[in-house]
Nanobody, 126 residues
Framework: QVHLIESGGGLVQAEGSLRLSCAGS????????MGWFRQVPGKEREFVAA???????AYADAMKSRLAISRDNAKNTVYLHIHSLKLEDTAVYYC????????????????????WGQGTQVTVSS
C-alpha cells in the first residue's frame, strides 16, 4: 500500500513558478514510477508529467517547456516544477503511483496508476 500526499499548491500570479511536492509512504516508494495529473471541474483528468523508477521522464506536449519532474528517494518525495504559469494551469493537481514496482515504461493514462493522492489546488491569477 502506498499513501500519497500532495502539497505546494496555492494562489500564484501568472508567469510565476510553483513547486508541487508528493510525499509517499512505504519502503517501496523508490521502486515505483510516478505521475502527475490535473483536473478542472467538468473536464477530464489530463496527464501532466511522469517519472519512472529508473529516471525516464515524459511531459504533456502543451506544457513540456514549462515543466520539470524529479524525485528525492531519500525523502520519498516526487516534485513537479511548473514555470511561466498561465491562467489555464488552474486545476487540482494529483500525483499517482504505479501499482507494480519497477515498471520502466512511461504511463500517461491515469487508469494505469493504482495509488492517488488527494490533490492540491493550484490557482493562477492575472
Amino acid at each position: 500500500q502506498v499513501h500519497l500526499i500532495e502539497s505546494g499548491g496555492g494562489l500564484v500570479q501568472a508567469e510565476g513558478s510553483l513547486r508541487l511536492s508528493c510525499a509517499g509512504s512505504g519502503r517501496t516508494f523508490m521502486n515505483r514510477s510516478m505521475g502527475w495529473f490535473r483536473q478542472v471541474p467538468g473536464k477530464e483528468r489530463e496527464f501532466v508529467a511522469a517519472l519512472t523508477w529508473n529516471g525516464s521522464t515524459a511531459y504533456a506536449d502543451a506544457m513540456k517547456s514549462r515543466l520539470a519532474i524529479s524525485r528525492d528517494n531519500a525523502k520519498n518525495t516526487v516534485y513537479l516544477h511548473i514555470h511561466s504559469l498561465k491562467l489555464e494551469d488552474t486545476a487540482v493537481y494529483y500525483c499517482a503511483a504505479r501499482g507494480r514496482e519497477f515498471t520502466g515504461t512511461i504511463a500517461t493514462i491515469g487508469a494505469l496508476y493504482e495509488y492517488w493522492g488527494q490533490g492540491t489546488q493550484v490557482t493562477v491569477s492575472s
